[in-house]
């Protein structure tokens, strides 16, 4: 095997590159839909990670094999391609709470207005009775002064007027 001598900035970025891959795995997740199981996800997210580490170790092989300036301009092409990376995650991260936000606002709404028609239906209810009693005690008046009326005027039994 051929031996590769690094300045020590190379190794401490190669190094920094490594942890700071692997390291974000766990932030940048995007959201997972609730019917994923948690063992599937910490499942997903150990591959992710075994990816990554492979990856970058596939990085260093390469990296070993360059020459000088080779080996920065591809440091650097990573750079760039992990900000890109970094900045979409951020994006997506950010587009995820607007559309959560955005559907509890939708069901925020829909609550108010489900409770305010049952307001509205309980009112309508409360007033039909009102209604319906008011009919019954107009009946109930209607027919006691029918009766008072009737009951008012003595009824004279023929036989019992004997002179």
């Known amino acids: 095997m051929k031996a590769i001598t690094l300045s020590a900035a190379t190794l401490m ?13 766990a932030t940048t997740e995007p959201t997972v839909e609730s019917t ?18 492979r990856t970058m170790n596939e990085f260093k092989e390469q990296l070993a094999s360059m020459s000088a300036e080779d080996r920065e301009a591809a440091i650097a092409e990573m750079q760039t391609q992990m900000q890109t990376q970094t900045q979409t995650r951020t994006q997506t991260r950010e587009h995820q709470q607007e559309a959560t936000a955005d559907a509890e606002a939708v069901m925020s709404q829909t609550r108010t207005m489900t409770q305010e028609r049952s307001r509205t239906h309980e009112m309508q209810q409360t007033q039909q009775m009102q209604h319906m009693q008011q009919m019954q005690q107009r009946h109930e008046m209607h027919q006691g002064g029918m009766e008072h009326l009737e009951g008012g005027v003595p009824q004279v039994d023929p036989s019992s007027m004997t002179r």
């Open 13 to 25: 970025l190669l190094g920094t590159l490594t942890v700071g891959m692997a390291d974000t795995t």
């Open 36 to 53: 994923t199981t948690q063992t599937e996800l910490q499942t997903q997210t150990r591959e992710m990670k075994q990816e990554r580490i």
